[in-house]
């Protein structure tokens, strides 16, 4: 089915640095949710955006809405050891309900 | 703690068989979502049902089914399974039906079942 482009696939970083993340998409989307999941877990949201251009902060974490609809992007600032796990942008389409649609994970791994 | 419950965790059996995987939705959500995940597919949708009705159907394969009940639990059955259905299944929930311009919708995820068929 049709995925979301997530880039990086995944991430090796040091501690205290900042991480950067992003999706992107050739279809319009008017919703971009961010989930982090933990292995064996479920993917826990983190960030909804709902507007083009929409910035919103949670924590250390600040996610936009791309002015074109077709983009996302995530970013940790000060990042700890806790923030390792994968991270999954997803979208939501009016023509396609309310089904989301995934992109394929940011593997991060922090080194204290 | 996202509100969404699943059983079992943990799912093993042989291929041939079937299974019934169970979710409670979060409290006041009339939404339930079924996805699979899998390491070479990723997340997937694959059925949503809203007040007992279905909603939307995305890669489900026809062996599979589901339904939700009058107390708004949902169930997914897995039949004749195969190798290739172990993964993991995630049902989420929601307040609304569909997706409404301007509406502040989320999808909120359960803890999964992990299925293994050997």
């Known amino acids: 089915g049709q995925q979301l482009n997530q880039s990086p696939q995944s991430m090796f970083i040091q501690e205290g640095e900042d991480v950067s993340m992003n999706c992107t998409s050739s279809?319009?989307?008017?919703?971009w949710l961010w989930y982090k999941q933990d292995p064996g877990e479920g993917p826990v949201l983190l960030i909804a955006?709902?507007?083009?251009?929409e910035l919103t902060s949670n924590g250390r974490l600040t996610a936009q809405f791309g002015i074109t609809r077709k983009d996302s992007f995530l970013n940790i600032s000060a990042s700890i050891p806790s923030d390792v796990g994968i991270y999954f942008c997803?979208?939501?389409?009016?023509?396609?309900?309310?089904?989301?649609?995934f992109g394929e994970g940011t593997q991060l791994t922090v080194n204290p | 703690d996202s509100g969404v419950t699943q059983t079992p965790k943990h799912l093993i059996t042989a291929t041939g068989q079937r299974v019934t995987l169970r979710c409670s939705p979060r409290?006041?959500?009339?939404?339930v979502y079924w996805y699979q995940q899998s390491l070479d597919q990723g997340l997937q949708f694959l059925i949503q049902?809203?007040?007992?009705?279905?909603?939307a159907k995305g890669n489900i394969l026809e062996r599979f089914s589901a339904q939700q009940f009058p107390d708004l639990h949902s169930e997914l059955n897995l039949s004749s399974l195969e190798l290739g259905d172990s993964a993991l299944y995630f049902c989420?929930?929601?307040?609304?039906?569909?997706?409404?311009?301007?509406?502040?919708?989320?999808?909120?995820f359960g803890p999964g079942t992990r299925l293994l068929v050997l």
């Open positions: 989420a929930s929601s307040v609304a039906a569909h997706f409404v311009v301007g509406s502040q919708e989320t999808q909120y």
């Open positions: 997803a979208g939501q389409r009016e023509t396609s309900g309310s089904r989301l649609t």
């Open positions: 049902y809203y007040n007992g009705e279905e909603r």
């Open positions: 279809s319009i989307f008017n919703t």
């Open positions: 955006l709902y507007k083009a251009g």
């Open positions: 409290s006041g959500d009339l939404s």
